[in-house]
């Protein structure tokens, strides 16, 4: 018989001024709204992110914690993990899918590594990216951009129009590159970043919003050693691990339980080729539809919580 994860308290973590009583996990549900909501108080909180100060997963941050807390910044998405992990930070935001970008897929085999985390929440944030650069330097002057490979994909269109001879250095983060520009004193360098970044970092947008597609967004999982929420929810989210054979059955059983997929990244097992862990995430569903899949698969699931979407 399968392991299962023992069943958190049926708490919402969220209150709404009407219950999502008649919803399964999601159903019809609306993203919500940060004035609509009522959030929990998480004045106490400390929550690691991918830094340095500016970027887009510490504006995360602010949408999912109401701006309440204490948001230390780590060098790098491990990191911030690690720092869950060794109780240095009650919660992690991380980014998990571009729409330009797709998958983060790095990131993605963090949450598939570490067993002991659980998503109690995920933030869709629409981004906008833009070139930034030291005071008075002019787009002729620019012979290297840094960013983040999500913030370098997503401007990689404008770059070949604009500048096709610049020199592309992928870093850590794109307010990394920002902090890099600002640090240089170096006007033939530039950064892909957010406009955030141009204020904390001292930097002049010289472009705006550069990013090949107007509905740019990323979504980013907030993370916790917390046991995975149960209570109805918007989403549900699992991994299931196995042969890619094993797959279709599995979808299909998700079919009959009228499970909607939202999002399916797929990787590898590392034991035998075909053999991959999926990371699901679904919305009209119920932890007990979960428990009717996980008695029925052929493969190994593992669950993640039931969260709603900021």
Request: aromatic share 8%; glycine share 6%.
């Amino acid at each position: 018989m399968k392991n299962r994860p023992l069943i958190a308290p049926n708490i919402m973590i969220i209150t709404l001024g009407l219950m999502l009583s008649a919803a399964g996990c999601g159903k019809a549900a609306p993203t919500i709204e940060a004035e609509s909501r009522v959030v929990q108080d998480y004045s106490e909180a400390t929550v690691s992110f991918l830094g340095p100060e500016g970027t887009y997963t510490q504006e995360a941050c602010g949408v999912f914690f109401n701006k309440q807390g204490s948001y230390e910044p780590y060098e790098t998405v491990s990191d911030a993990v690690d720092a869950l992990e060794s109780g240095a930070s009650e919660y992690a935001v991380i980014p998990q899918e571009n729409t330009i970008g797709g998958a983060v897929t790095d990131y993605v085999d963090i949450v598939i590594a570490h067993d002991s985390l659980s998503v109690v929440g995920e933030v869709e944030l629409p981004i906008n990216q833009n070139l930034l650069v030291l005071p008075g330097a002019k787009l002729e002057d620019i012979q290297t951009v840094f960013s983040h490979k999500q913030g370098i994909a997503q401007g990689k269109e404008w770059i070949e129009k604009n500048i096709p001879d610049a020199e592309v250095i992928e870093v850590s983060s794109t307010a990394e590159g920002a902090k890099m520009v600002s640090e240089s004193d170096d006007k033939t360098v530039a950064a892909i970043a957010s406009a955030a970044c141009a204020d904390v970092y001292h930097l002049e947008l010289l472009a705006s919003a550069i990013q090949e597609n107007g509905n740019n967004k990323t979504r980013f999982y907030v993370l916790s050693k917390d046991l995975p929420l149960t209570a109805k929810a918007q989403r549900l989210a699992f991994i299931a691990s196995g042969s890619a054979k094993d797959l279709a059955p599995l979808m299909k059983s998700m079919e009959n339980l009228n499970m909607t997929l939202i999002t399916v990244h797929d990787r590898p097992l590392k034991t035998e080729l075909g053999e991959y862990s999926y990371i699901m995430e679904c919305t009209d569903c119920s932890y007990e539809d979960y428990l009717k899949l996980e008695d029925n698969s052929a493969m190994e699931l593992r669950f993640l919580g039931c969260f709603n979407v900021f």
